[in-house]
């Protein structure tokens, strides 16, 4: 039992740590490949590569000048990037990092825990963490702010819906809402996503509308909105919603991964001929390996695309997503009705 | 007339359903993007390598010397007169006996500034000095944090005495020497 707690408490400071530290990297990723893809270097300067560039942001964003705006709802206006900090790093616990490794006999899951609805708690977590950006814009007392954080919700509303359709369908062709199961039954090469290429498809451009980037970061977009919902934020607190967006990336890319390209499973597994908790190990790597591709494919996206109009987003939310997410759930309920009569 | 080959006719007819379903283009997209991730980087490692540049550029002004180490400048304010950005201003003063050797002629400027944020670089200060005492050269002015030190006093603009500290104005003093 005690051991089992010690795994836990390991667990809970190694996602963090790492979630954290991949965030942090992400934003030195994001200015090197943005500078790639526009045939620049990028940072360089701070370290061999421009290695502690983070470290330099850090430093820099904490020694700024911290403002409240003195029209500003004070307890709001701090509650705000604070929530989105916390909801950010609280989607971590159900994502099963890696299977279960062998100590002494007894199995241990690389997961912290694999509560049964884990689907359902990851959205819920995500869902309130508008609410981070929603607060932040309206106690910013800036019309601005406010319409950012506006568009926030109401984008978060709208791709939720279809995000939501395409688990529908997810849940009902693996018939489980427990992540650590979902991602048990891909074992090998057995990805979701050749059985959900259309839900997938849904599922991710929901994900990019979620985490605000582009071509969804309309709550954010310099060029109508100064800064978006964080225009009156300054210092370590515009650090955090800005932080927060790449944590969430990072969680956005996990859950993908594990959901839709069979986290932790790598195909020929089972043949290699290695112990448990090699497989393991490797397993874990697979899956870092999924997410950082898919934290990359984020800025991909992001450096290639430019953004949408709001009314084209609105359109595309309401009037493509959420009809294709419902055919997707059509198709997959026929399907597996017909496969389980015979 | 065509200047590219690159021109493409745009037309603003019904796009077709491949067209209308938007995910081809969007891959069309990433390969561009992807195939700048291999490209050769245009950026320049400036304090390292330096771009070239053309041997009349006009940057870090100099206050010459003469050949036996005395300032050529007269202070007769010619080129603050001269100057459109009006970037320069200066004090003169009267030689005192037994400074002969450190200013050519009997007044001097005793001090010199250039305001590096005001000048515009067009080197009018240069043609109109009688003295050969100004030049632009090929320097660029270094950044710096603070406006105040944006103004160059005498001890940023004269050259120095010895052979190694002399600045060479290149072809610019070649230039003038010529029209005398
Ligand atoms: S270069 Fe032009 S602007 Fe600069 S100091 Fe000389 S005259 Fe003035
Ligand atoms: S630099 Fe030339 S123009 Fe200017 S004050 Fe000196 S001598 Fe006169």
């Known amino acids: 039992m005690e051991l089992v707690l010690i795994i836990k408490l390991i667990l809970v400071v190694a996602v963090f740590a790492i979630a954290l530290g991949i965030a942090a ?30 470290l330099a942001d850090g430093v820099k964003m904490i020694m700024k000048e911290e403002i409240i705006p003195a029209h500003a709802d004070k307890t709001l206006f701090i509650l705000g990037p604070a929530l989105a ?18 100590i002494g006999g007894a199995y241990y899951p690389l997961q912290i825990t ?21 607060i932040g814009g309206w106690a910013s007392n800036n019309k601005y ?14 791709y939720e819906l279809a995000m939501g359709l395409s688990i529908v369908a997810l849940v009902m062709t693996t018939g489980e809402l427990s992540i650590g199961e979902i991602v048990r039954q891909q074992h090998g090469w057995h990805w979701n996503v050749i059985y959900q290429p259309l839900g997938f498809l849904i599922f991710i451009v929901c994900a990019f509308a979620e985490c605000n980037r582009t071509p969804f970061d309309l709550p954010e977009c310099e060029t109508e909105l100064v800064g ?29 991964s594990a959901l839709y390209f069979g986290g932790y499973n790598f195909p020929f597994m089972d043949s290699l001929g290695l112990s448990h908790n090699m497989v393991t190990t ?14 990359f494919f984020f800025m991909w996206i992001r450096w290639t695309l430019p953004r949408f109009r709001y009314d084209q987003l609105m359109n595309l939310g309401w009037k493509k997503m959420i009809p294709l997410a419902i055919i997707n759930v059509l198709i997959t309920g026929c399907v597996v009705l017909l496969l389980n009569k015979n | 007339m065509q200047l590219t080959n690159r021109s493409k006719v745009v037309s603003n007819k019904e796009m077709t359903l491949m067209e209308r379903a938007y995910l081809p283009a969007i891959v069309k997209g990433m390969g561009i993007t992807l195939s700048h991730l291999f490209k050769k980087k245009v950026t320049i490692q400036y304090p390292e390598v330096k771009r070239p540049i053309a041997p009349v550029y006009r940057g870090w002004h100099v206050l010459k010397r003469d050949e036996q180490g005395r300032e050529n400048c007269t202070a007769c304010g010619l080129c603050a007169v001269a100057c459109p950005a009006e970037a320069i201003t200066m004090t003169a003063a009267e030689r005192k006996p037994g400074d002969e050797n450190l200013y050519r002629e009997e007044k001097y400027a005793s001090v010199y500034e250039i305001n590096m944020l005001r000048c515009i670089y067009c080197g009018l200060c240069e043609e109109a000095c009688p003295k050969e005492a100004i030049f632009l050269t090929d320097r660029i002015v270094p950044s710096d944090m603070l406006r105040q030190n ?31």
């Open chain 1, 25 to 54: 990297y992400s934003t030195y990723g994001e200015r090197k490949i943005a500078a790639f893809f526009q045939d620049r270097l990028g940072p360089n300067r701070a370290g061999p590569f421009g290695l502690l560039q983070p």
């Open chain 1, 85 to 102: 900090m916390l909801t950010a790093c609280m989607t971590g616990v159900v994502i099963p990092w890696g299977s279960t490794i062998e």
């Open chain 1, 114 to 134: 694999d509560i049964n609805i884990g689907i359902l708690y990851a959205f819920a977590v995500v869902s309130i963490g508008v609410y981070g950006v929603m």
């Open chain 1, 145 to 158: 702010a406010l319409l950012g954080a506006l568009r926030a919700s109401s984008q978060m509303i709208s």
């Open chain 1, 228 to 256: 978006g919902y964080h225009t009156e934020y300054s210092s370590m607190k515009l650090g955090f919603y800005l932080f927060a967006e790449y944590i969430n990336m990072f969680i956005s890319s996990a859950i993908i």
């Open chain 1, 282 to 295: 490797i397993g874990v790597f697979v899956f870092f390996a999924k997410v950082i591709f898919f934290i």
């Open chain 2, 150 to 180: 944006f103004i160059f006093g005498k001890d940023k603009l004269v050259e120095g005495t010895t052979a190694d500290k002399r600045i060479d104005v290149g072809v610019r003093g070649g230039a003038h020497r010529k029209e005398d």
